[in-house]
């Protein structure tokens, strides 16, 4: 009866949340402005094809390569998307290295100690 | 595991070859965490080449030796350092107003500069010194499963 009545109560607890939080979302997408919006963006305003070529071998690469400089400064584009623009998921995938590793060490450490145990036992 | 006797002597040859290649290794590994943002490579590969030197010193000298002159230790608080640098060098970007990770006090050097990254270059060093300290510690740990036995029962009766 007591594990019955505590399920029911974690069932409502997370029914709750997950109310709060679609309400939050769709208070959010109802009320907040939107951060970008590309319907207003004009994309000769972005990148002028008249000034830039777009053409040659480096094109692409050189206006991607010019605006990183302007936003990060940064010559290496590859780290700056990694280290600045996408830093969660540098930070994400160290902390999965870490969780790795504690892992790993839980797993190995237990098949160590039980396999001493079972030599002790034959020697026995 | 039982090895038979005289297996766990090393070679020689495997010695000096360790002994040759370490430095080599080791420079490598640094050279690639420390140029990480101006050139092909970065934090992660770097590190990890640098861990893999810890396999070197194990196929010259054997695990007794390897865990001897590698503090697992050290190893264990210096990943958790360098994760901890991670996350205040990308807090700092809070502080100043921006977002997560921002790259802030960009403008110290030319472009193409070791240092030009800005605080990129220091997030880069932080993952390497992390992945590094990491990886170190995960080959100790292998070493020690695969090491034979009877060193630890050596060491149990001594």
């Not at chain 1, 679609?22 to 951060?35: C, D, F, Q, S």
């Not at chain 1, 996408?86 to 504690?102: H, K, N, V, W």
Request: aromatic share 10%; proline share 2%.
């Amino acid at each position: 009866m007591k594990t019955k009545t505590r399920r029911i109560l974690a069932l409502i607890c997370v029914l709750m949340l997950l109310a709060a939080g679609l309400y939050a979302l769709v208070w959010a997408k109802i009320n907040l402005p939107p951060t970008y919006d590309g319907s207003k963006v004009n994309m000769n305003e972005v990148v002028d094809p008249n000034v830039e070529d777009l053409n040659g071998a480096d094109g692409a690469a050189a206006i991607i390569v010019q605006k990183n400089l302007d936003e990060a400064y940064a010559a290496n584009d590859v780290a700056s998307v990694v280290f600045d623009f996408r830093g969660y998921d540098t930070l994400g995938e160290s902390f999965i290295l870490l969780t790795a590793i504690a892992g790993s060490f839980v797993i190995l450490a237990i098949s160590h100690r039980e396999a001493g145990k079972e030599e002790e036992k034959d020697e026995v | 595991m039982k090895y038979k006797k005289g297996i766990t002597q090393q070679n020689v040859i495997v010695k000096c070859g360790a002994d040759k290649f370490l430095p080599f290794a080791l420079i490598f590994g640094l050279y690639i965490i420390l140029f990480g943002t101006v050139s092909p490579g970065g934090g992660f590969q770097g590190g990890v080449i640098v861990a893999s030197s810890a396999l070197l010193l194990y196929l010259g000298y054997g695990y007794k030796t390897a865990s001897k002159a590698i503090s697992s230790e050290a190893l264990r608080v210096g990943e958790s350092v360098g994760a901890t640098l991670y996350v205040i060098l990308g807090l700092g970007g809070i502080f100043v107003g921006s977002v997560f990770c921002r790259n802030i006090f960009y403008n110290i050097g030319p472009v193409g500069d070791l240092i030009s990254g800005g605080t990129i270059t220091f997030m880069s060093y932080a993952v390497g010194f992390k992945v590094l300290c990491g990886v170190g510690f995960l080959l100790l740990l292998l070493m020690g499963i695969l090491a034979p036995d009877t060193d630890n029962e050596k060491e149990a009766k001594e």
